[in-house]
């Protein structure tokens, strides 16, 4: 195993994180004390039976639930000494977003919902989408920028989640279950991507995953159980790559 | 933001004309049942608004409105003239009358008796002949309205003779008029005719029709011939006040249409509201990723308020313009009263709003409380 990286180098840092729902008799304990790194540059795979606390975890590290407690330092920054109007702040300018029923806005075209992280950031619409269109673009789907989602296949709308998590180039993206919805070629395809254009060296990215068919994308894989994460095996030859930190 | 918003709400067809629905049907009934309320209550005044030139009404202590007639001696007359600050003063005969027709049946009328010499208070909207016709003998001036309800699908042909307790009355003019509550036809004679026409009273004069003097305000000389006479003086516009109050206060009809209006606000409220709610419900996940990818509750909170107003403006306006519609398409082909003043246009907004707003809060609360994290749940 390679020695631990600074703390400069590590994108999220979580320490001791415990969530707890419901309250006395009906207390739920999703996560145990969990410690995780994940590098700069690093594509995590979060995997585990259901109920193990995966989603939980994800939701604390890209700030969208608190946790009972722990310390969890995303980007440099202490999301659990952080307030609610700066943490949507901080979600806005550092994380995007991928989700297993890709939650795109069904009356909005392709580049319209890429577009909706610029427009939540104050872009303007016309130069929000036309940024979304490049890409889009990139992603394969130049030709289906003015196509609403009811109007594309699985794959290529979970594509368009994907530019709308990219577009307005955050340092942390968090994917749950990204080929879940997905058939197995699609699945390929959408994590050959994700690792092309979203793993970099000043982005970590976390992926929550069930499908063992993808686990060969994952630099690290953590697994959970429990509440807690019980192993963490390294995936790839390179390790973290080089260059990584704010 | 308010752009997604927008498409948010029209992206779902069905959801958005439910939800417009509601918003129609509210301002719809409520704008067409007020304007319906307006137009019958100014039909309760059309003979005080119709009568143009004196500003000022006297009448004994007791009328209440302008049908409740209380008859006068004639000598009143005299002692509004002789008070300090009156220009001049007629008299004024208002009663019913029941005319014989040479077809032999009897039609209820009402009779309005104009000053023999001056006319003050003759209709100034001659359709056939001349007001100075009234000087001829027996000679009477009919509304179109009335005309036509007597003598149906006929043109208009002066000369025609009926009889008004036992005598005769011949039609010289025919004016345009605004319609009485009763809807009876007006029949505009001279006052001495009036006297005739009308059962035998011992009193007769209905109102005195006054005119203050320059440099006197109406209000002043009615305080003047009030206190110099006992007896009851008002201006034009405090006499409509008081009719109008009048009838609303001691008449169903508000309770009647306040009641209708009522059910629209509240059967809008309902259908807008829980459509409003439903489509917000359906779309909880999109708010939910919205908030996720850093929309604030504040932006959430102008979003849903964005579509609620959004809702309200369009409904509202179709609503209200389907009300006019109805009103306008129903002058040609029924005697429906409708009178649409912009109050009405007020009221109905503020209904509009409230209802948009009751049917945005409950909704606004259901984002406002979901969690982000709900778009990680599968």
Redesign the interface.
């Known amino acids: 195993m390679s020695a631990a990286p600074p703390d400069d180098a590590l994108a999220v840092r979580c320490r001791g994180v415990t969530k707890e729902f419901g309250a006395n008799g009906a207390l739920t304990r999703a996560l145990r004390g969990v410690d995780l790194d994940v590098p700069y540059g690093e594509l995590l795979m979060l995997v585990g039976p259901s109920g193990c606390g995966k989603?939980t975890l994800?939701?604390i590290v890209?700030g969208?639930?608190d946790p009972t407690a722990g310390d969890v330092v995303v980007l440099g920054q202490d999301l659990v000494a952080m307030g609610n109007?700066r943490k949507?702040?901080?979600?806005?300018?550092n994380?995007g977003?991928v989700?297993?029923?890709f939650?795109l806005?069904?009356?909005?075209t392709a580049a319209?919902n890429a577009a909706?992280?610029l427009?939540?950031?104050g872009w303007k619409?016309a130069a929000a989408v036309e940024a979304a269109c490049g890409v889009l673009d990139r992603l394969g789907l130049g030709d289906r920028l003015a196509n609403l989602p009811s109007e594309l296949s699985g794959g290529q709308q979970q594509r368009v989640a994907i530019a709308r998590a990219l577009v307005h180039e955050p340092r942390l993206l968090v994917c749950?279950?990204p080929t879940?919805a997905l058939d197995a070629e699609n699945g390929r395809i959408t994590m050959e991507l994700i690792q092309q254009v979203a793993v970099q060296p000043g982005r970590a990215v976390i992926v929550?995953t069930h499908d063992a068919r993808v686990y060969s994308f994952a630099d690290r894989i953590a697994s959970m159980e429990d509440g807690r994460i019980d192993a963490v095996e390294v995936r790839s030859s390179s390790g973290p790559r080089a260059g990584a930190g704010p | 933001m308010f752009w997604i918003a927008w498409k948010m709400l029209v992206g779902n067809r069905a959801k958005y004309l439910g939800i417009v629905f509601g918003v129609v049907f509210a301002a719809l009934l409520i704008a067409q049942q007020a304007s319906i309320f307006c137009g019958l209550m100014s039909l309760t005044v059309s003979q005080i608004r119709d009568v143009e030139g004196p500003d000022i009404w006297v009448m004994d202590k007791n009328v209440q409105f302008v049908d409740d007639i209380k008859p006068l001696s004639d000598t009143e007359l005299f002692r509004v003239k002789s008070v300090p600050g009156v220009a001049w003063a007629v008299r004024f005969y208002k009663g019913l009358g029941r005319a014989r027709l040479q077809e032999g049946t009897y039609e209820q009328m009402i009779l309005l008796g104009l000053d023999d010499a001056t006319l003050v208070g003759a209709p100034q909207r001659m359709i056939v002949g001349s007001i100075a016709d009234l000087q001829k003998p027996d000679a009477v001036i009919m509304d179109d309205a009335g005309y036509k309800r007597i003598w149906p699908g006929e043109a208009f042909r002066i000369g025609r003779i009926f009889e008004m307790n036992d005598r005769r009355a011949v039609v010289v003019g025919i004016t345009r008029a605004s319609r009485t509550f009763q809807s009876f036809p007006i029949c505009y004679t001279r006052y001495s005719r009036a006297v005739q026409f009308a059962p035998p009273e011992r009193k007769v004069l209905s109102f005195v029709l006054a005119e203050p003097e320059a440099g006197v305000s109406a209000a002043e000389a009615c305080r003047r011939i009030e206190g110099s006479t006992g007896l009851q003086a008002l201006t034009r516009d405090q006499f409509i006040w008081k009719t109008l109050r009048y009838y609303m206060a001691k008449t169903g009809i508000p309770v009647n249409f306040g009641i209708t209006v009522l059910l629209g606000f509240l059967v809008g409220t309902a259908i807008a509201g829980q459509t409003f709610y439903l489509f917000t419900v359906e779309n909880i996940r999109q708010f939910g990723a919205l908030k996720a990818m850093g929309t604030s509750n504040w932006m959430i909170l102008g979003m849903v308020l964005g579509q609620a107003l959004q809702v309200g403006l369009v409904g509202y306006g179709t609503g209200v313009g389907l009300a006019a519609l109805f009103g306008f398409a129903s002058r040609t082909f029924t005697r429906l009263s409708f009178f649409m003043p912009w109050q009405v246009l007020a009221i109905t907004a503020a209904a509009v709003f409230v209802i948009v707003l009751v049917a945005s809060l409950v909704s606004i609360r259901k984002v406002i409380v979901v969690e982000p994290a709900i778009v990680f749940r599968g």
């Open positions: 989603t994800v939701s890209a969208t639930l109007g949507v702040k901080f979600r806005r300018d994380v977003f989700f297993q029923q939650n806005l069904p009356a909005l319209e909706v992280p427009l939540i950031a619409r749950d279950e879940s929550v």
